[in-house]
T-cell receptor, first 114, second 111 residues
Framework: ETGVTQTPRHLVMGMTNKKSLKCEQH?????MYWYKQSAKKPLELMFV???????ENNSVPSRFSPECPNSSHLFLHLHTLQPEDSALYLC?????????????FGPGTRLTVL | RKEVEQDPGPFNVPEGATVAFNCTYS??????FFWYRQDCRKEPKLLMS???SGNEDGRFTAQLNRASQYISLLIRDSKLSDSATYLC????????????FGAGTTVTVRA
């Protein structure tokens, strides 16, 4: 399935690096999300964009910076990360941020911070 | 208290068996409930929404108990391909699109 794509699929970075994760959805949706999934832990919602407006910043450290230039693209800019930030970062989209909307996930970026 | 709690399992069952598990949620105002499935090293995918009256999709049956604040998933006639982690998902507030995820229940179906 290619509804939601994410690049890169794997990323290894040092704590002083700057990198960006990219997400693109081809479903015509208006809401996009970033989640963090650490081993054996529930998905944690990080950011939400609804109609390109950021509507949620779930107490995420400033070393994570989202960007949503249009309703199809979402970025997560990373800088000066910590080893505990190593996780699977999942992007999702949904039609319009409704309570009953299904969220469609991308394959994720597996991030390792050395 | 966690927003969504699940028995992590694993539930190891033979092919053809029935397996069932629950999840509990803490927010009585939650209105939307889902089961997602996540295969190893893959993204979560919606398995089914859970409706107040309970609903069935093939071999999968979901139930909602608002009074006790839990939802359940039952899998009949288990297939090898049912091996996965099942995520219980609940919206945080009434009419809110923000979702709370459980850590998942792992099911392994053996031949």
């Amino acid at each position: 399935e290619t509804g939601v794509t994410q690049t890169p699929r794997h990323l290894v970075m040092g704590m002083t690096n700057k990198k960006s994760l990219k997400c693109e959805q081809h479903l015509g949706h208006n809401a996009m999300y970033w989640y963090k999934q650490s081993a054996k832990k529930p998905l944690e919602l990080m950011f939400v964009y609804n109609f390109k407006e950021q509507t949620e910043n779930n107490s995420v450290p400033s070393r994570f910076s989202p960007e949503c230039p249009n309703s199809s693209h979402l970025f997560l800019h990373l800088h000066t990360l910590q080893p505990e930030d190593s996780a699977l970062y999942l992007c999702a989209s949904s039609p319009a941020g409704g309570a009953t909307d299904t969220q469609y996930f991308g394959p994720g970026t597996r991030l390792t911070v050395l | 208290r966690k927003e969504v709690e699940q028995d992590p399992g694993p539930f190891n069952v033979p092919e053809g068996a029935t397996v069932a598990f629950n999840c509990t949620y803490s927010n009585s105002a939650s209105q939307s409930f889902f089961w997602y499935r996540q295969d190893c090293r893959k993204e979560p995918k919606l398995l089914m929404s859970v409706y107040s009256s309970g609903n069935e999709d093939g071999r999968f049956t979901a139930q909602l108990n608002r009074a006790s604040q839990y939802i359940s998933l039952l899998i009949r006639d288990s297939k090898l391909s049912d091996s996965a982690t099942y995520l219980c998902v609940v919206n945080k507030l009434s009419n809110d699109y923000k979702l709370s995820f459980g850590a998942g229940t792992t099911v392994t179906v053996r031949a």
